[in-house]
């Protein structure tokens, strides 16, 4: 049990944050052994109507939408329909015959990109940039599904994945790590798969099963006052509504979209995005419901890399004392990492600031909601979960 004085000093942390303009408002949730330690909220959901971060406030997930991703893969996985090593061309029409950025030219790949590669981010695709071929194609193609995400003919998930696949790689499968637009390609894969909606498989078998009524690629009409606003700074004080629709996801939540992004895509609250954090926990299991087993919980949440593609995970020097593996970092070297924690620690964030960590040798997880453009893992969430680490 967090100590009263340790709870006074989140609390403080937070409001001075929130006061210097670092988020508008944020909540935090600490669950140690299961049951759940702390709770506080702070701040704003939207500052221009007065309406404060409450517990129920539905935030976009951003990039944490990957853990939820991979663990629909592992359902693929222990259910025997994939192999992790089988060829992403064997389902998606488009990674046939891919060619990589080398050398100031294409070449064709050595051998094709498997599903394992995309769980590990060692595929080769990219987010859009500047660096390459393969980050110039995959911007243009995002500019394309951005232009068309509210017209009569948005691109699908499916669509979007086959357009991926014929995007230049930065670097031969399994050669390298770079974070990029793998998530969304998996995200294609379960539909192709199971023969469903990429959401409706996750509404099947994870969300509906662990009792999370407020995840997934939209917000009906009668939630939707319970949205947070997305802000963006625009100097060093000020804070302004971030209404653009980045790497396709419809920033208002106001629709069904065509495309459902399994990197990028999902809404959902602190309490929901606790459920599916605590079943990992529990190895897979969550009140008497079983959503993954035990053994394969324990492979997606251990670190994949080997050593060539740790080197490039390596200069993001911020995850010092880590490595990965499933869509998801994993501590490796408490004694190398840049915050408070322990080895085997795992989970990730997202681009407005979600962010969750679960703890297993500490029995703990740690959950952050805020929206805060360009957010990631900030100074300020790094501050409070190592209040936490310091005063269990």
Not at 15 to 26: H, L, P
Not at 127 to 134: F, S, T
Not at 147 to 155: A, D, R, S, T, V
Not at 275 to 283: E, G, S, T, V, Y
């Amino acid at each position: 049990m967090l100590a009263s004085n340790t709870m006074n000093q989140i609390k403080e942390v937070l409001d001075t944050g929130i006061k210097k303009g670092e988020v508008a408002g944020a909540n935090m949730l600490v669950i140690k052994d299961g049951q759940e330690d702390f709770y506080h909220a702070d701040g704003h959901a939207d500052i221009a109507s007065n309406r404060p971060i409450q517990r129920d406030t539905i935030f976009r997930l951003y990039s944490m939408t990957k853990p939820i991703t991979a663990a629909s893969v592992m359902l693929l996985l222990e259910s025997g329909q994939i192999d992790l090593f089988d060829p992403v061309c064997q389902y998606i029409p488009g990674f046939i015959g891919q060619k990589v950025h080398a050398s100031g030219r294409l070449v064709p790949v050595v051998r094709d990109v498997t599903i394992k590669d995309l769980l590990s981010m060692t595929s080769g695709l990219v987010y859009p940039n500047d660096e390459n071929l393969a980050g110039e194609a995959t911007r243009e193609l995002f500019q394309e599904i951005d232009q068309k995400l509210l017209g009569k003919k948005p691109l699908s998930t499916l669509e979007i994945a086959n357009r991926l696949g014929q995007c230049p790689l930065a670097f031969q499968p399994g050669d390298s790590w770079q974070y990029g637009a793998s998530a969304d390609v998996l995200g294609a894969l379960v539909e192709v798969v199971s023969g469903q909606r990429f959401g409706r498989f996750l509404e099947e078998n994870i969300f509906e099963p662990l009792g999370m009524h407020d995840t997934g690629f939209w917000i009906p009409q009668a939630n939707r006052n319970r949205l947070a606003t997305a802000y963006e700074m625009i100097n060093k004080n000020d804070q302004l509504p971030y209404e653009g629709n980045h790497l396709g996801i419809i920033n208002a939540m106001d629709r069904q979209p065509a495309f459902e992004s399994g990197g990028a895509g999902l809404v959902s609250t602190i309490d929901d995005y606790a459920r599916f954090a605590q079943m990992l926990m529990n190895r897979g299991s969550l009140d008497n419901v079983q959503i993954l087993k035990p053994k394969t919980v324990d492979y997606l949440r251990s670190s994949t890399l080997h050593p060539a593609q740790q080197e490039n995970f390596d200069l993001w020097y911020t995850l010092s004392g880590h490595s990965y593996g499933n869509l998801m970092r994993v501590m490796t070297d408490y004694s190398q990492a840049g915050l408070l924690g322990s080895n085997g620690e795992y989970g990730w964030d997202g681009w407005l600031g979600a962010y969750f960590c679960n703890c297993p040798e500490d029995h703990l997880t740690i959950l952050i909601m805020m929206q805060k453009k360009d957010a990631g893992t900030t100074s300020l969430t790094r501050k409070l979960r190592n209040i936490v680490h310091a005063g269990l």
